[in-house]
């Protein structure tokens, strides 16, 4: 338990924090005008493991996987990278427009890869992910409202060439969803 509330902490930090448009090796410090007020307001964490899970084409192990949807609309599977020397290491699939197929089935467009460490600047306390533009897509396959998710891949190419891709498994526990109202400082459960 004690593992799961620092690994969300580390998520939402990464999707609480403003973006800053950036590539790896320079540091404009403009703030998309769409990220500047957005608000995470729903927020589902999801257990079990990344068969891949490739940053910049490096692989990694992950803790675990959330969904995060704002108050504008924009989406984000955001993924807490098992990395010993950096507890706040995450990587975000972030997009715009998702559809379902069916009941079962999600597919978001990529639009921007969100990456957070330890060695990020901060505002207001919180580390400030690095964006990378980007190409791809992430599938989902099962839905929130059966708390139900069985995998979700993702693979996106960054405008320098650097790829990323996930595969998550579920281990069939159910997913915890949380409805984020900003008018009270409150988390509800959208599904009891």
Avoid: W
């Avoid at 526990?173 to 009891?192: A, C, K, L, W």
């Amino acid at each position: 338990m004690r593992l799961r509330r620092s690994v969300l902490a580390a998520v939402l930090a990464s999707l609480a924090s403003p973006c800053f448009a950036e590539s790896t090796t320079t540091i404009p410090a403009n703030n998309p005008p769409a990220q500047q007020n957005s608000l995470v307001d729903m927020l589902a964490l999801m257990s079990g493991h990344c068969k891949t899970l490739k940053v910049a084409g490096h692989p990694f192990a992950c803790k675990t996987v959330a969904f995060a949807h704002d108050d504008k609309g924009r989406v984000n599977f955001a993924v807490a990278v098992d990395d010993p020397s950096d507890e706040n290491h995450v990587v975000s699939f972030s997009g715009e427009n998702g559809r379902r197929a069916d009941d079962n089935s999600y597919e978001l467009p990529i639009d921007r890869v969100l990456l957070n460490s330890k060695d990020r600047p901060k505002v207001d306390g919180l580390p400030v992910p690095a964006e990378q533009s980007s190409t791809g897509t992430c599938r989902q396959t099962g839905n929130f409202a059966a708390r139900k998710v069985k995998d979700i891949t993702c693979s996106a190419t960054d405008s320098e060439g650097r790829t990323y891709e996930l595969l998550f498994v579920s281990d069939g526990t159910p997913v915890s969803v949380r409805r984020i109202r900003q008018s009270s400082p409150s988390i509800q459960d959208p599904f009891r």
